[in-house]
Nanobody
Framework: QVQLVESGGGLVQAGGSLRLSCAAS????????MAWFRQAPGKERELVSG????????YYADSVKGRFTISRDNAKNTLYLQLNSLKPEDTAVYYC???????????????WGQGTQVTVSS
C-alpha cells in the first residue's frame, strides 16, 4: 500500500488554471500506475487521466483532452495534474490513486488520497 496526499485545489474562474499535486509515501511509487479521478456531487467517480509507471504513456478522458496534462516525478514520489482552460463542469473533488497493475478501472486502484476540491466559477 502507498499513502497519497493531494494538494493544489481551489476556486478559479472559467478559463483559469490550477496544478494539482499528489505526494506518495514509500519507495515503490515508481512501480505504480497512477491516475486522477474526480467526483462531482450526485455523480459517479470518473477517470480523468492515468499514467504508466515510467511516465511514458498517458491516458485522458475525452472531456479533458487537450486541456489537462498528467505527469509524474518518480524521484520526488509525486504525481501532478495541470488543469488549463477550466470550465464550470470541471468542478469536482479530485482524487489521485495508485494501482499495482496497468488497468484504469476504478475498482483496480487500491490506494486513494483524501481528495482536493476544484471549483470553477462561470
Amino acid at each position: 500500500q502507498v499513502q497519497l496526499v493531494e494538494s493544489g485545489g481551489g476556486l478559479v474562474q472559467a478559463g483559469g488554471s490550477l496544478r494539482l499535486s499528489c505526494a506518495a509515501s514509500g519507495r515503490t511509487f515508481s512501480s505504480y500506475t497512477m491516475a486522477w479521478f474526480r467526483q462531482a456531487p450526485g455523480k459517479e467517480r470518473e477517470l480523468v487521466s492515468g499514467i504508466s509507471p515510467s511516465g511514458g504513456s498517458a491516458y485522458y478522458a475525452d472531456s479533458v483532452k487537450g486541456r489537462f496534462t498528467i505527469s509524474r516525478d518518480n524521484a520526488k514520489n509525486t504525481l501532478y495534474l495541470q488543469l488549463n482552460s477550466l470550465k464550470p463542469e470541471d468542478t469536482a473533488v479530485y482524487y489521485c490513486a495508485a494501482n499495482s497493475g496497468y488497468e484504469l478501472n476504478v475498482a483496480d486502484f487500491h490506494s486513494w488520497g483524501q481528495g482536493t476540491q476544484v471549483t470553477v466559477s462561470s
